[in-house]
């Protein structure tokens, strides 16, 4: 990792650091850090097709390498190209990488149309992973769309719990509405949080 990019890129500068990146690479390719920290900062430049073509490039140096596979996953699936991102996710599963694989198949298969899987690789990344805010909003949010109310209420529970969020408060109100019981305090928690959100999804 690539401290001087990083601060580059976390003030704003993210041409600046992605230039540094591939100067230092250019002198010597073989460095998986950099190699990861570019990709990164590419796709969040919006430059999913030189990211692509970096990762497949750095694939043939370091074959097989399960970070590598794991953002080339994140590109494909930027760039609508679920088959493939499925592809990868799939296999990094199979080779037990961490949730994250899960946790983007769940996200890829729920694109593909096919919640009831996604909803299935969610509640793994959930388990392998209880305190990520991301894994059960992920879940919460697939649960309620496939009207599952009472399970997604407990999850965006859960949510809450690491990081209170108007989304997920307001969330909670629309479970605890289709249930029946009780969600004006829900709202209420939503509003508190943040008015703007709240005002927005009232209308709807």
């Known amino acids: 990792m690539d401290k001087k990019a990083e601060q580059l ?4 500068n993210k041409q600046e650091a992605i230039k540094l990146l ?11 850090p950099e190699i990861l920290q ?5 796709v969040q430049a919006g430059d999913l097709e030189q ?3 970096l990762l497949a490039r750095s694939l043939e140096m370091f074959k097989d390498n399960q970070d590598l596979l ?4 994140n590109v494909y699936y930027l760039a609508d190209k679920y088959d493939k991102a499925n592809q990868i996710f799939q296999n990094l599963i199979d080779d037990n990488y961490a949730f994250e694989a899960y946790f983007m198949m769940a996200k890829t298969l729920d694109q593909q149309g096919k919640r009831q899987l996604a909803i299935m690789y969610a509640l793994t ?4 992973a209880p305190k990520d805010l991301q894994a059960n909003e992920l879940l919460a949010d ?3 769309a496939n009207g599952n109310f009472d399970e997604a209420l407990g999850f965006y529970r859960t949510a809450n719990e690491i990081h209170p969020e108007a989304k997920n408060y307001f969330n909670m109100a629309l479970c605890a509405m289709n249930l029946k019981k009780d969600y004006q305090s829900y709202l209420n928690e939503s509003k508190k949080l943040d008015q703007a959100y709240y005002l927005k999804h009232e209308k709807n």
């Open 142 to 144: 697939l649960l309620l």
């Open 125 to 128: 990344a959930v388990e392998k």
């Open 51 to 53: 990211a692509e073509e």
């Open 70 to 73: 794991y953002n080339l996953g």
């Open 9 to 12: 890129f976390n003030d704003g």
């Open 38 to 42: 570019l990709s990164t900062y590419l």
């Open 22 to 32: 591939v100067a230092d690479l250019n002198k010597n390719p073989k460095q998986l």
